[in-house]
């Protein structure tokens, strides 16, 4: 739980409608760590506000900064935030639910703002060539802007992913390098005589960004399926 008086000030706060100066308390007192309960308690509180991405920042802190951590920081860095557009949307398109969460962690650390130095935008970092050519196939009319809203990245994100699973026979770990790098830089590496197996191709991806990028997503889906998957 969190200290006494902390809680006491972020529940004035919150009672007279400041929110806004409830949540810097939570992230001031975050600054001054004195025990890994309070780390979680203030991660927690913060989580239950909304703000998933601080959560998320000091639940990877801790988990970095030690060699084992509990498994409610491990939950608060891997979340499962916009649950219902998620869900929604993977069951519309026959996608996991967990894969797209795990995209979404490394593609925007859950900001629906991000941008990124391609022009990729939003939740997803869907960029506006690709928006298009969903767009199209989808028969729907969006605004650039449409990016950035949660709902519609999401929507973007699980028909993609479906389209190149469904590509690629099922793989979702060539998926996954072709939403970063587009699924013609997947085939001709795939083409290419030096790929046999799986390793060739991590090893002869022609882009460094994304063979970290597969890396990175295939790791964070691999946790993620540990963390909320029925065992």
Do not use: C
Not at 206 to 226: D, F, P
């Amino acid at each position: 739980a969190l200290d006494h008086a902390l809680a006491e000030k972020v529940a004035a706060l919150d009672s007279i409608g400041r929110q806004d100066l409830a949540r810097l308390e939570l992230l001031f007192a975050a600054r001054f760590r004195s025990a890994p309960e309070i780390d979680l308690a203030i991660a927690q509180a913060l989580a239950e506000r909304g703000d998933v991405r601080e959560a998320q920042r000091i639940a990877e802190r801790f988990i970095n900064e030690h060699d084992s951590a509990p498994l409610e920081f491990w939950q608060l860095s891997y979340p499962r935030p916009y649950a219902e557009m998620v869900n929604a949307a993977a069951a519309e398109y026959g996608v996991d639910p967990l894969l797209i969460w795990a995209v979404m962690r490394e593609e925007s650390r859950f900001d629906p703002d991000a941008r990124s130095h391609a022009d990729a935008r939003g939740l997803m970092q869907v960029i506006p060539a690709t928006q298009t050519w969903i767009a199209e196939a989808l028969g729907e009319n969006q605004a650039p802007g449409d990016a950035y809203v949660p709902e519609t990245s999401i929507h973007m994100a699980a028909w993609l992913l479906n389209f190149l699973t469904d590509y690629f026979d099922g793989d979702w770990e060539l998926a996954i390098p072709a939403y970063n790098a587009g699924a013609g830089s997947v085939d001709s590496w795939l083409a290419d005589a030096r790929v046999e197996d799986r390793d060739d191709l991590l090893r002869w991806i022609g882009y460094n960004e994304t063979r970290l990028y597969l890396k990175r997503v295939a790791l964070s889906y691999q946790i993620y399926r540990s963390l909320y998957e029925p065992n």
